[in-house]
């Protein structure tokens, strides 16, 4: 785990958060707590409409969204023999 936040550091934050010198760019790293507070946000409001409030937490991994997703999709399918004997139920519930 440490290697992978070195290797993080290194390849994605360090050039967006310090000065030429190496030392921390205070504004950058508030300009960057920011977005990513507002990322936190917009993406628990995301997680929870697309799983109808099971999962909200913003650092839920996107396997498990998309999972929580497709269950509900596969939940609530209808497939077309279904939808016939819905009618036809409802055909004779009204006498047609």
């Known amino acids: ?3 992978e936040i070195e ?3 290194k390849t994605f934050w ?6 030429k010198d190496g030392s921390i760019n205070i504004q950058a790293v508030k300009n960057e707590l920011f977005d990513y507070s507002n990322l936190m946000y917009s993406a628990s409001i995301v ?3 697309v799983t109808r409030n099971r999962v ?3 650092n839920t ?7 929580e ?4 999709i596969n939940e609530n ?8 004997e819905l009618i036809d139920g409802l055909k004779d519930e009204l006498g047609l």
Do not use: F, L, Q, R
């Not at 360090?14 to 000065?19: C, G, L, P, Q, S």
């Not at 991994?61 to 999972?67: D, P």
């Not at 997703?69 to 509900?72: E, G, K, R």
């Open 47 to 49: 997680y929870c409409e």
């Open 69 to 72: 997703y497709y269950d509900d």
């Open 14 to 19: 360090k050039d967006i958060v310090t000065n």
């Open 77 to 84: 399918y209808i497939t077309k023999d279904d939808a016939k």
């Open 61 to 67: 991994t996107s396997g498990a969204v998309i999972a």
């Open 1 to 3: 785990m440490i290697d």
């Open 7 to 9: 290797d993080n550091w």
């Open 56 to 58: 909200s937490k913003p």
